[in-house]
């Protein structure tokens, strides 16, 4: 039986998660907030603080620390409401594992806030940053491992204790996601440990460059998958009970999680398709499996509106698309999601693009960053406020009013908006040629540089309306945070949504449960993938003395 309210000392180590996950984002949105004005023109920054500095503090805070704090929270408090409350020495592991992440978080801000590391979230060799913010970072990894593996380990225990039986969905897909992110880590903690600390502190003198990078994309790539799962968690499994639905397929949902193991890892190179270093044959190699990563995603769509539609026509929908209209749209726990799937058919099909012969054309230029905010600033993030609304509340014991419930529409109308006019204006002024990674510049008043500014739809100033629009969003979700976790009336009745299967569904096969079978063909095809191209880096690739450009 699932324990309907979850653990006191469950709800701490969730929570803890959930409030530096806001943390970072208060301090990332406002860092967010100059870097458009700054690039639209609008604000001149003062001597102490630079662009980039900025850039890399956003970056790391939003992509790096906002993510995975969530994604743990929400993870962590699943695991205990489907999975059992969690024993006391795996509850302990996973606050050694929050400590860790912690003190790494401000280790590395602490050493962006000094200027001793400014080399924006990729820190791309030669960049060289102070070694304290790659110890930083690698103490924030780390501990992302050590708080995953608790709940793995929590996750074998009850298998091990219900022998023969089929383990909660929620579990599975927790283990796959931690599978997922502990698999792309190697990359980046094989870099970082043996390639920017020996380097940085000076025990070497040059950095191997095409090795550093490519080990880092070996991670860069499933990580953006590590944040999607949890939102496709929230699709599967949750949005069907908030619509009085049920889940439309375990299995496919099962596979799906799966099919994100074998394929999100051997593809790195797509992110490095302009750069020498890589031969053509493996770079296709790396595009064909690529294509093949959007399979799963595809799937999802499907699912979805087979779930939508299941639902609406149980509630009597006619029609073709009369479901359409079924869907509880003022319950801000349905709208943000729901508008969140919907930003991520352009954000999927970008990415697709990207992947084509049509990067050399967008690759670098601000079509990429408006990519981005179309995938993980979205589906992701939108998706992540909308679980916020009732997880805070189920985890403090109080519960989102309806008063609160409009505040979240606003919000989520207030994000969606904004989103929608920077990262179109992005989209646009990449095809335009406008580069990413770059301050407030007219290239000398050179007369292009100029019309990227103002004067039309898609230009810089846009870019910053829409940047504003975004900042006053992240703000309002703070306080909804701080309220939900202090202010709103106390309550026992907010609960962990989760769905039941629909009763006609195809039974689970065993082998979806199977992990040593996903995981070893998820190594051969690494092996596949990456073994020729990365022995030729090491033997070839050349050495770079560190630089400084700031
Ligand atoms: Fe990407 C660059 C290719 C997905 C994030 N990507 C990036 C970077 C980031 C990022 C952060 O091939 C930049 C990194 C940097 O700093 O340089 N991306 C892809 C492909 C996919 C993809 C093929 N990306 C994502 C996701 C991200 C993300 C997800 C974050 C979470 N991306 C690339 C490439 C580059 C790249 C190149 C490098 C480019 C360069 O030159 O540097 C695929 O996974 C996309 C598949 C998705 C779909 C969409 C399915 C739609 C669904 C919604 C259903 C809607 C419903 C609602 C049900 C096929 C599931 C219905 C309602 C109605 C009203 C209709």
Redesign the pocket.
């Known amino acids: 039986m699932m324990p309907e309210k979850i653990n006191q000392f469950d709800a701490k180590v969730a929570l803890a998660h959930l409030w530096m996950a806001f943390i970072a984002i208060f301090i990332g949105a406002t860092c967010g907030l100059f870097q458009g004005l700054v690039r639209g023109g609008v604000v001149v920054l003062p001597s102490w603080v630079s662009y980039y500095q900025l850039l890399t503090a956003h970056g790391v805070l939003l992509?790096i620390g906002f993510t995975t704090y969530f994604i743990l929270g929400f993870l962590y408090a699943g695991m205990s409401r489907t999975t059992g409350t969690f024993p006391h020495h795996l509850r302990k592991t996973a606050w050694l594992g929050f400590a860790s992440m912690t003190f790494g978080t401000i280790v590395a801000t602490g050493f962006i806030i000094a200027g001793q590391a400014t080399v924006l979230y990729?820190f791309y060799a030669p960049l060289k940053a102070s070694p304290w913010y790659y110890i930083g970072l690698a103490l924030f990894i780390v501990g992302s491992l050590v708080t995953g593996f608790a709940m793995v380990f929590h996750y074998f225990g009850w298998r091990k204790q219900h022998k023969g039986q089929s383990t909660p969905i929620f579990g599975h897909m927790t283990v796959a996601t931690i599978f997922l992110w502990a698999i792309s880590c190697i990359g980046v903690v094989v870099t970082v440990l043996f390639q920017f600390i020996p380097w940085s502190f000076g025990w070497v003198p040059t950095i191997n460059v095409v090795l550093s990078r490519t080990l880092f994309w070996y991670f860069?790539h499933p990580l953006?998958?590590f944040?999607?799962l949890p939102a496709y968690m929230a699709w599967y499994v949750v949005i069907p009970k908030i619509i009085g639905g049920k889940m439309f397929s375990d299995s496919l949902a099962r596979l799906v999680f799966l099919l994100f193991i074998l394929f999100s890892i051997p593809v790195g190179a797509?992110?490095q398709?302009?750069e020498a270093g890589i031969s053509q044959g493996w770079k296709y190699l790396q595009v064909c499996l690529?294509t093949m990563?959007?399979l799963p995603?595809?799937m999802?769509?499907f699912s979805?509106?087979a779930t939508f539609e299941i639902a609406g026509r149980a509630k009597g929908a006619k029609g073709l698309f009369g479901w359409f209209k079924k869907l509880p749209y003022n319950d801000v726990r349905f709208l943000a999601p729901?508008i969140a799937?919907?930003f991520?058919?352009p954000?999927?099909?970008g990415?697709?693009v990207?992947?084509s012969a049509m990067?050399a054309m967008?690759?670098?230029t601000l079509w990429?960053v408006g990519?981005?905010h179309i995938?993980?600033g979205t589906?992701?993030a939108l998706t992540f406020f909308g679980l916020t609304y009732w997880l805070i509340p189920y985890l403090t014991g109080r519960k989102l009013t309806p008063l609160m419930n409009k505040v979240g529409i606003i919000q989520t109308v207030l994000w969606a908006t904004g989103m929608a006019i920077m990262s179109t204006s992005m989209h646009l002024m990449g095809i335009a040629g406008v580069p990413r990674r770059t301050a407030y510049t007219t290239y000398g008043d050179h007369p292009t540089a100029l019309n990227w500014l103002s004067g039309h739809f898609a230009s810089e100033h846009t870019m910053a309306v829409g940047g504003a629009l975004l900042f006053m969003a992240a703000m309002l979700m703070v306080y909804i945070v701080l309220h939900l976790s202090f202010w709103a009336p106390k309550s026992d009745e907010t609960e962990f949504p989760i769905s039941e299967v629909a009763s006609d569904a195809e039974h689970t096969p065993k082998l979806l449960e199977n992990w040593k079978v996903w995981i070893a063909l998820c190594f051969i095809l690494i092996l596949i993938a990456y073994t020729i191209p990365v022995v030729d880096m090491i033997n070839n690739g050349p050495g770079s003395p560190p630089i400084r450009t700031w």
């Open positions: 992509a990729t860069g953006v998958y944040w999607l797509h992110h398709l302009q690529t990563v959007a995603s595809l999802t769509a979805m509106f729901f799937m919907v991520f058919i954000g999927g099909a990415g697709i990207n992947n990067d967008v690759h670098n990429i990519h981005f995938t993980v589906p992701v």
